[in-house]
């Protein structure tokens, strides 16, 4: 399940569509289920306990741990997880910390 900024759903097809302009999207699952499930393409993997440290990072720092440019606060971020409750726990942490 995904979670968009205000569009707290959306279907593969609009994500596939996003992707294709410069939208960051952040797979919240635990590294285990990546392992076991399968990483979703042009994703990165953040753990759910460790994204609000993660968005708070220095932006070096950030690129180091996770291979991906930091998001500013107004940039496009996707969240997604296995059955949606995850990702819109990103997403309430995410707007907490400023993200738009």
Known sequence: RLCAG?????S??????????NVLHIDVRER????????IPASVNIPLGELVEALQMDPTQFK???NEEM????????FSCLAGKR?????????????S
């Open 6 to 10: 205000e569009a707290h759903s959306l």
């Open 12 to 21: 593969y097809q609009e994500l596939k569509d996003l992707k294709k302009s």
């Open 32 to 39: 285990w289920e990546i392992d076991r499930y399968g990483k």
């Open 64 to 66: 180091e741990q996770y």
């Open 71 to 78: 998001p500013s606060k107004s940039d496009p971020v996707v």
């Open 87 to 99: 990702s819109k726990q990103a997403l309430a942490f995410a707007t907490s910390l400023g993200f």
